[in-house]
């Protein structure tokens, strides 16, 4: 018996050691990926310290022309958000739809189609997207004479290509998540299947669509190869009256002028706080997105 109970606590004694080595190497890896996030951006702050002094200049100016020492971004935010915004307003036109069609009427031998292959979009490279507006969408606008075909229309399309399967996933899970149970009271009340999902269903699955549109949006603004290939790109950025003009993103924006400015000047520290001010504006959609689907949880939960 003796030797019975040493063995049991060496064995308890291992599995609480084991325990905590789990515990650490987890503790240690959460650390360490916060950490890498911490230092890209304090890496990001301190180059692009000295542009974010230049104040109202930098922020709310107009002209963008580093050969001028002129690093106003106005125009530049500007054209990332109508670009981020239309791409959206397709994405969510038809991937809202989509997902409750997927979740409420369709057959399900048909979903078990459908969903994957709606996910698989995620896979497609941006630049391969990138590529089918610039050789399609792209010479489609211009053989109908709406200008040079590299526009923010082009870049809606693409760009919604690129959300649409955030949004129809996400929207899917939020309307499944729904319970049961509400859906067969408003049914026993008499209620038809298309009521149901109208009166019933989508406003409990709101915040769920919300943040799928929010995540969404976040990802179209951060996108860079597909926009860079058909938005136009004009050499001084201005603020679009068309949908059918070029723009200059932020993204873009970076990708193009960092290989020819000179390390330490003035133009190097704007495009790195052409970084931060894109940073910002992700993780706020990130923050608010993480906001509403926890104040979701929150209210089933109370």
Sequence with gaps: MKIVREVENEEKQWKGMHEKMVERVLQISAIFSASIVFFIVIFMIYEGFPALLLGKDFFLGMNW?????????????ISTFIVGAGALLISAAIG??????????????????????IEMLVGIPSVVLGFFGLFVIVVLIREHGLGSGECIFA??????????????????????AVPRS??????ALGATKLQTVREVVLPNARS??????????????????AVLMVVGNPNVPFIPS?????????????????????WGSMHQHAIF??????????????????????????RKWT
Excluded: Q
């Design 182 to 187: 509400l859906r067969e009271a408003s049914l």
């Design 65 to 77: 022309i580093p050969s001028h020492d002129e690093f106003g971004i106005l125009p530049t935010v």
């Design 208 to 225: 769920g669509i919300l943040a799928s549109l929010i995540l969404g949006m976040g990802n179209a603004v951060g996108e860079t190869m």
């Design 96 to 117: 809202i739809p989509a997902a409750i069609y997927l979740a409420e009427f369709s057959p399900p031998s048909l979903r078990n189609v459908l969903k994957p292959c």
């Design 242 to 262: 068309s949908i059918f003009d070029t723009a200059r993103v932020l993204t873009s924006t970076i990708v193009i002028e960092y290989s020819y400015a000179a």
């Design 273 to 298: 706080a052409l970084g931060v001010v894109l940073f910002v504006i992700v993780a706020l959609f990130n923050i608010i997105t993480t906001a509403i689907v926890r104040r979701e949880v929150k």
């Design 155 to 176: 870049a809606w399309l693409v760009l919604a290509v690129m959300t649409f399967p955030h949004v129809v996933s996400i929207s899917d899970d939020a309307i499944l």
